[in-house]
């Protein structure tokens, strides 16, 4: 299940990383091929045994639902691809607002947020952003089978400022297979 699970997060790392070239260059207004990261198709689960897709394919998971998902479990395993949200904004030598995240400051790397879900997905679109809501409410999949959430921020910071965060539970079996966190299987439970 091992290599079954990194065949496929592998694949799907590569997508997200076009997913993330695509807004970076739209939102530095560089030339690059595609008009939307919506014309980069995700990689074809149907025959993939794998854990991660079986969860994919159990809960019908959107292409927006993927992406957040995956923002949520890269930095445990490829935290490198969101060095480039780490940019300074020379106008104000600060991190770019739009790219959302949080610096951790003992792994000095970037966590994805709320927010940077919105940059990738919504981008200027309100209604797209307004629908992200949807993703981190109590009664959406991702809470009730306590596979990932975002953090609440204080009483003060916008919602979406929030880090997203996979649970330990699906950090394992999305990688290993197993965990060792919860006693059943989760593809056998709603």
């Given at each position: 299940?091992?290599?079954k699970?990194?065949?496929?997060l ?20 560089l ?29 019908n998971?959107?292409?927006e ?16 691809m ?18 959302g ?64 965060i ?11 297979g197993?965990s ?11």
């Amino acid at each position: 299940m091992v290599r079954k699970n990194a065949e496929a997060l592998e694949q799907e790392l590569i997508w997200l990383q076009k997913i993330i070239d695509i807004r970076i260059k739209s939102f530095f207004n560089l030339e690059h091929e595609h008009s939307s990261i919506y014309d980069i198709e995700p990689p074809d689960i149907s025959n993939d045994e794998s854990f991660y897709a079986e969860v994919l394919k159990r809960d019908n998971v959107s292409t927006e639902e993927r992406i957040v998902l995956l923002l949520a479990l890269a930095p445990h395993i490829r935290p490198e691809m969101f060095d480039i949200f780490l940019t300074k904004n020379p106008l104000y030598n600060k991190n770019y607002t739009e790219f959302g995240g949080v610096k951790d400051k003992k792994h000095d790397s970037f966590i994805p947020t709320g927010e940077t879900a919105s940059f990738i997905l919504a981008d200027q679109n309100l209604e797209r952003r307004f629908h992200l809501f949807n993703l981190f409410c109590d009664e959406h999949y991702f809470s009730k089978r306590n596979i990932l959430y975002i953090i609440k921020p204080k009483n003060y910071e916008p919602y979406l400022s929030g880090a997203l965060i996979i649970s330990l539970e699906y950090l394992s079996y999305l990688t290993v297979g197993v965990s060792k966190f919860t006693a059943p299987n989760p593809l056998f439970h709603e």
